[in-house]
């Protein structure tokens, strides 16, 4: 589905007055009833990523960290059972899954600072124990999203649980989220392969084209070049995403010219629309679509024409 941007604009701007949860995307359903949901779901994913980029740094000053700490502990303290991580990201207006980030870091810090001591002062007994202990607590970012995907690695069961419900209920970040992009990501990429092969295209995988030493390359190459739309294609990618301006020009920088450098003009399919102002790039050798195109034409049938 192709948007204008001043439509485009308007979502965004009905996003910036809602917080980030599956409450505020029925809203948004309702209030943009003509939209399709895969669409408006993307969108909204993405202002929310935005606005959590422009944010993120007064989440993490020492200061911040060692409030959201305290205020946790004193939390689980008067009640275990309650969402205390997840409200308090609610609160300041932060994603669950990051603040459950900040506090398992802070927790692994303060449990490794722990054992440091005692092996500082304890005698040979309890330091050969503390030592086997503090292969436990080190806070690498390898160790903690391990505990993030798998909370139930995390040495203390409160903030395991408290890890759990912030991950369960994050619409836009964390592993849960990353795992659905991903499986989606995949979808779509068989959906086009299927297409291609239903249309008799011979093309050359991404993964056959990385096993030949090539660093960025798009989906699909074709073997043989096709026409969509008086426009000559080489390759094709697959975006399961909106097309917005900020997305689309970060791709346009890290991958699309990248592409058309080495392998010429191609497609680019955002399964879930695009602004329509940003399909300006046809006459350089960048084509924008919301579906596989259904006017191909090869060169079989350029010479049966003729």
Same mark, same amino acid.
């Given at each position: 589905?192709?948007?204008?941007?001043?439509?485009?604009?308007?979502?965004?701007?009905?996003?910036?007055?809602?917080?980030?949860?599956?409450?505020?995307?029925?809203?948004?359903?309702?209030?943009?009833?003509?939209?399709?949901?895969?669409?408006?779901?993307?969108?909204?994913?993405?202002?929310?990523?935005?606005?959590?980029?422009?944010?993120?740094?007064?989440?993490?000053?020492?200061?911040?960290?060692?409030?959201?700490?305290?205020?946790?502990?004193?939390?689980?303290?008067?009640?275990?059972?309650? *969402?205390?991580?997840?409200? +308090?990201? $609610?609160?300041?207006?932060?994603? =669950? /899954?990051?603040?459950?980030?900040? !506090? %398992?870091?802070?927790?692994?810090?303060?449990?490794?600072?722990?054992?440091?001591?005692?092996?500082?002062?304890?005698?040979?007994?309890?330091?050969?124990?503390?030592?086997?202990?503090?292969?436990?607590? *080190?806070?690498?970012?390898? +160790?903690? $999203?391990?505990?993030?995907?798998? =909370? /139930?690695?995390?040495?203390?069961? !409160? %903030?395991?649980?408290?890890?759990?419900?912030?991950?369960?209920?994050?619409?836009?970040?964390?592993?849960?989220?990353?795992?659905?992009?991903?499986?989606?990501?995949?979808?779509?990429?068989?959906?086009?392969?299927?297409?291609?092969?239903?249309? $008799?295209?011979?093309?050359?995988?991404?993964?056959?084209?990385?096993?030949?030493?090539?660093?960025?390359?798009?989906?699909?190459?074709?073997?043989?070049?096709?026409?969509?739309?008086?426009?000559?294609?080489?390759?094709?990618?697959?975006?399961?995403?909106?097309?917005?301006?900020?997305?689309?020009?970060?791709?346009?920088?890290?991958?699309?010219?990248?592409?058309?450098?080495?392998?010429?003009?191609?497609?680019?399919?955002?399964?879930?629309?695009?602004?329509?102002?940003?399909?300006?790039?046809?006459?350089?050798?960048?084509?924008?679509?919301?579906?596989?195109?259904?006017?191909?034409?090869?060169?079989?049938?350029?010479?049966?024409?003729?």
């Amino acid at each position: 589905m192709k948007l204008s941007k001043a439509q485009y604009d308007e979502i965004a701007q009905f996003l910036g007055h809602v917080q980030p949860t599956r409450q505020s995307l029925r809203k948004l359903k309702e209030k943009f009833p003509s939209q399709s949901q895969s669409t408006l779901l993307s969108i909204f994913s993405q202002e929310y990523q935005k606005q959590i980029k422009r944010t993120h740094a007064k989440h993490h000053t020492a200061e911040a960290i060692e409030t959201y700490y305290q205020r946790y502990l004193n939390g689980v303290m008067k009640n275990a059972a309650a *969402p205390v991580l997840l409200d +308090l990201a $609610n609160e300041v207006d932060f994603a =669950p /899954s990051l603040m459950a980030r900040i !506090v %398992l870091e802070r927790f692994l810090q303060e449990k490794e600072q722990a054992i440091l001591t005692w092996l500082a002062f304890g005698n040979e007994i309890q330091c050969t124990w503390l030592r086997s202990q503090i292969i436990k607590f *080190p806070s690498s970012k390898t +160790l903690i $999203n391990s505990m993030l995907r798998d =909370p /139930s690695q995390i040495p203390d069961g !409160v %903030l395991a649980n408290q890890v759990y419900q912030c991950t369960v209920n994050d619409c836009c970040y964390g592993p849960l989220v990353d795992c659905i992009k991903h499986a989606i990501g995949h979808e779509h990429e068989v959906l086009l392969r299927e297409m291609l092969l239903e249309k $008799n295209l011979s093309f050359i995988a991404e993964d056959q084209l990385r096993a030949k030493g090539y660093d960025k390359t798009p989906d699909f190459i074709l073997e043989v070049p096709v026409a969509v739309e008086g426009h000559i294609i080489h390759w094709i990618e697959s975006k399961a995403s909106f097309g917005d301006e900020s997305s689309h020009q970060a791709h346009l920088q890290d991958q699309f010219w990248s592409y058309w450098n080495r392998f010429g003009p191609g497609l680019v399919i955002y399964w879930y629309g695009f602004i329509e102002e940003l399909d300006c790039h046809r006459e350089r050798g960048i084509l924008l679509k919301d579906c596989f195109p259904t006017d191909i034409v090869t060169l079989r049938h350029s010479m049966a024409q003729r």
